[in-house]
């Protein structure tokens, strides 16, 4: 084989590899920040607490009860706490 065929496999290879890395990465990511997001516009852009980040991750893990808890003894609303949690696991 020659040893521009193998750098070219390679190459392609290692590509493949990191792009599939960088596709499933944001994934959770953008699942927690769903759940900020919705719970940051009802705060009319002020930025959310930690308690709020703790509380989407838990919804992100598909625990819905405790991220509404979480979120409503933070002082989200209950509707907009409901609506939150429910785009975290997506």
């Known amino acids: 084989m ?3 065929t193998r750098i070219a496999g390679a190459l392609t290879g290692l590509t ?3 792009g599939g890395a960088a596709f499933a990465a944001p994934a959770a990511h953008a699942d927690v920040s769903s759940c900020i997001n919705q719970v940051e516009r009802e705060l009319q852009g002020g930025e959310a607490p930690q308690s709020v980040r703790t509380a989407c991750g838990a919804g992100v893990s598909g625990d ?3 991220c509404v808890s979480g979120l409503t003894a933070g002082g989200v609303t ?3 706490a409901v609506s939150a949690c429910r785009v975290a696991p997506e």
């Open 2 to 4: 020659r040893t521009s």
């Open 16 to 18: 493949l590899a990191l």
């Open 64 to 66: 819905h009860a405790k």
């Open 78 to 80: 209950n509707g907009t």
